[in-house]
């Protein structure tokens, strides 16, 4: 069920028009940073898995706060024993940090 209402809000995410204004624009950060959080608590607590070979989540904050915009790293995840949908969070080059679903 948790993962349920991740989906939900990665689904929300997308559907914002963040070029309309600037309140669009800081609600999908907003909204994007709290499935970051709750993804870091997924990844802690053993509920997704992430893309073998990848860094942990952490390292996208990393980037965002050391690198900024010039710099793009993106980490697949899943949720445990569903490894049918694939979804995807990143950083991307001058742009804003993204998460997905990852089309078949």
């Known amino acids: 069920m948790y993962f349920d209402i991740l989906e939900n809000d990665i689904e929300q995410l997308n559907k914002i028009n963040t070029k309309a204004n600037y309140t669009s ?18 990844e802690k607590a053993g509920r997704i898995v992430l893309e073998p070979g990848k860094k942990s989540l952490s390292y996208l904050r990393e980037l965002l706060i050391n690198d ?31 998460c997905k679903p990852i089309e078949s």
């Open 25 to 42: 624009r800081d609600r999908y950060i907003g909204l994007y940073n709290s499935i970051y959080e709750r993804l870091l608590e997924m």
């Open 68 to 98: 900024g915009p010039e710099y793009s790293y993106t980490i697949v995840f899943w949720e445990k024993n569903n490894p049918v949908k694939k979804y995807k969070i990143g950083v991307c080059i001058r742009g804003l940090p993204i």
